[in-house]
Structure formats: structure tokens, C-alpha cells
């Protein structure tokens, strides 16, 4: 497959500090990037990089074939982007500022405004359109947001934790916006701090930590390297914990884990048979159990299994202001 977006050893600097430090990456056509690390990994600043917003200091990269820095106008007409934080004009309406972003992208007056209908339809937006953008709820800001980086059917769309300040229903219709948009041949780069996103939206996932890729590969890859599936047993009473880690030991189950204050043992599943044998054990113990089932690792499971460190704070150019660059 062709790709889309393709990074090798990209390099930022604030000062002394290296924010993203030698990252690699590439995006196939029609694909979804999933690019996960917890706050100060780098992964504002890798897509505000990728999105010509800053200037890298090191490595390369081509996006539609061109070269990010020496061709930065056709990168710019390539891609839209939406930010960490809602970005439109309060003083106008929602429609005011979808069809201000589509003429500055030079469509027809006409096209202009059948663009701006479809997209307050698609982010169930219609009913406020004529209300100023400074009254929208959080969400209806974010639904707004992200409609406009979509005015101008961008090759490359950047989504920067696009579902911030979003309730579920509201998610699920972005969730399906973006599936929408790949099906079509859209191409998606998109961070999140969320396994859920990435794994209902990406083709693949990036891990990053500290301004570096620490892991890569599918969403099952990346459970995998952390135990897959875990079962998770909530005991009746304090000393059943201690009774069940007893009989788990003796029935040589590796790598559980005890979590006493919550009297809950945790168990790697990796095969379905394993399960059903964890079941029968459960069964044959008679000892009382007040909860069972089953869990898939979060991104903060993954992440502290991978790196075994704590979380950084926040990237200090954490905050993009552009939903679309032009």
C-alpha cells in the first residue's frame, strides 16, 4: 500500500528538553493510525510537526509524497486538523463558522453552503446552527470543531483526542464520521489516551512514551505483550483472598496479581481454554466469591506494563488553536 504519511527520526526540542525524540512512523493510504502515550509523551507535537505548525528540528518526513518542510504549502492543502480543545469563533454561529472555513477554502458560494448543511446534519448540529458558538454546550463545541476540519474533505485528517468533552452517544457518531471518512479513502492520524478509541478506530496503534515509540502493532498485539484478556475474582471476605492466592499457587498459575485492599485477585487469560479451566478451579474451590469477570488491559495498563514508569506531566505546546490549516 501506498503510504500516506511516512516519518523517520523526527526530532523536537524545547531548550535543553527533547520532546519527540527520533520517532518513525508511516500511514498507509486509507488507514487508521492509532498514536497512544499518556500526557508528555510527544504526541501533540509529533501532529503539530506533521501538520507544518511548528519546524522539526531533526529527521524527515514526506505527506502525500511531499516533503514536510521544503513543501509545506502542499502539505497544508492535504490535511485537515482538529485539536485538543474546541477552537471556533464564539461570536458567530456554527453555520457562520463552517461556511467562513469552507470560503476560505475557496468553495462556491453555493457548494459552500450545501457543504455547511451536510456537515450540521452529520454532527446533529441543525437546531443550533443559528446560535452563536459561544452558548454551545462543551460538546456541541466539539462537534462543531470537528465538523469544520472536515469542510474541505481532507486527504489526511489529524485528530488530536478528538472525543474530549464528548458523551458516548455523541463519540459513537464521531466514531462513525471517522469510518465513514476512511471508507471514502480518508486517511487518519489519530492520539488518544483511550485503548477503546484505538481499538474500535485503528488499524494500527503506536505507543509512545517520553518522546519516543516504545511499542507498535495491532490492538491485539499490544494486549497480548500485556496478558491479553484478565479475569478478575472479588472474594466474599479478606481471608477467601488469601485462601484462593493459596490454591492458585499450588496449582502453578503464573503472574496473578493480589490486590488486597479490594480483596480481588487478577488472573492473565491468554486462551479460551485457560479460562475454563480458571472457571472449574473457581468451581472445585468452593470458597465464596461475591464477583467475577473478565477485563481487557486500559492504556494505563499498557502503558506501565511496557514502560514501568510513572506518567509525565503535559507537553508545554500541548495546546493546538488551528481545526484546519491553511
Same mark, same amino acid.
Given at each position: 500500500m501506498t503510504a500516506a504519511v511516512h516519518v523517520e527520526g523526527l526530532v523536537k526540542e524545547f531548550g535543553d528538553r527533547r520532546v519527540v525524540d527520533g520517532v518513525d512512523l508511516t500511514i498507509p493510504e486509507g488507514t487508521v493510525l492509532g498514536l497512544l502515550g499518556p500526557n508528555g509523551a510527544g504526541k501533540t507535537t509529533t501532529v503539530r510537526m506533521l501538520a507544518t505548525l511548528i519546524r522539526p528540528d531533526g529527521g524527515q518526513a514526506r505527506i502525500g509524497g511531499y516533503d514536510l518542510v521544503k513543501q509545506a504549502n502542499q502539505v497544508r492543502r492535504l490535511i485537515?486538523?482538529?485539536?485538543?480543545?474546541? @477552537? +471556533? %469563533?464564539?461570536?458567530? $454561529?456554527?453555520?457562520?463558522?463552517?461556511?467562513?472555513?469552507?470560503?476560505?477554502? %475557496?468553495l462556491p458560494r453555493r457548494r459552500a453552503?450545501?457543504?455547511?448543511?451536510?456537515?450540521l446534519e452529520q454532527f446533529d448540529l441543525v437546531d443550533a446552527a443559528s446560535r452563536p458558538a459561544g452558548k454551545y454546550s462543551g460538546g456541541m463545541r466539539r462537534r462543531l470543531d470537528l465538523a469544520a476540519s472536515m469542510v474541505g474533505d481532507p486527504a489526511l485528517l489529524y *485528530?488530536?483526542?478528538?472525543?474530549?468533552? *464528548?458523551?458516548?452517544? $455523541?463519540?459513537?457518531?464521531?466514531? %462513525? $464520521? +471517522?469510518?465513514?471518512? +476512511?471508507? %471514502?479513502?480518508?486517511? +487518519?492520524? !489519530?492520539?488518544?489516551?483511550?485503548m477503546e478509541e484505538a481499538e474500535a478506530l485503528a488499524d494500527s496503534i503506536i505507543v509512545m512514551d517520553k518522546g519516543r515509540v516504545i511499542a507498535s502493532g495491532t490492538s491485539a498485539e499490544l494486549r497480548a505483550r500485556v496478558g491479553g484478556q484478565v479475569l478478575r475474582i472479588r472474594t466474599a471476605r479478606p481471608e477467601h483472598l488469601e485462601q484462593l492466592a493459596r490454591r492458585l499457587t499450588a496449582m502453578r498459575v503464573r503472574n496473578f496479581r493480589v490486590d488486597r485492599e479490594n480483596r480481588l485477585v487478577s488472573v492473565p487469560i491468554v486462551t479460551e481454554a485457560e479460562l475454563?479451566?480458571?472457571?472449574?478451579? !473457581?468451581?472445585? @474451590?468452593?470458597?465464596?466469591?461475591a464477583g467475577v469477570d473478565t477485563h481487557l488491559p486500559s492504556l494505563d495498563e499498557v502503558f506501565l506494563t511496557l514502560t514501568d514508569k510513572p506518567r509525565e506531566p503535559a507537553d508545554p505546546d500541548a495546546t493546538i488553536v488551528l481545526q484546519r490549516v491553511f
Open positions: 485537515g486538523l482538529t485539536g485538543q480543545y474546541a @477552537s +471556533v %469563533d464564539e461570536g458567530i $454561529s456554527g453555520r457562520e463558522n463552517l461556511y467562513m472555513i469552507a470560503r476560505l477554502l %475557496d453552503r450545501e457543504r455547511v448543511d451536510e456537515l *485528530l488530536d483526542e478528538p472525543t474530549t468533552g *464528548l458523551d458516548p452517544r $455523541s463519540r459513537n457518531n464521531l466514531w %462513525d $464520521s +471517522v469510518r465513514e471518512l +476512511v471508507a %471514502d479513502g480518508t486517511t +487518519v492520524l !489519530l492520539t488518544t489516551q483511550y475454563t479451566g480458571m472457571i472449574h478451579l !473457581l468451581a472445585a @474451590s468452593r470458597l465464596p466469591i
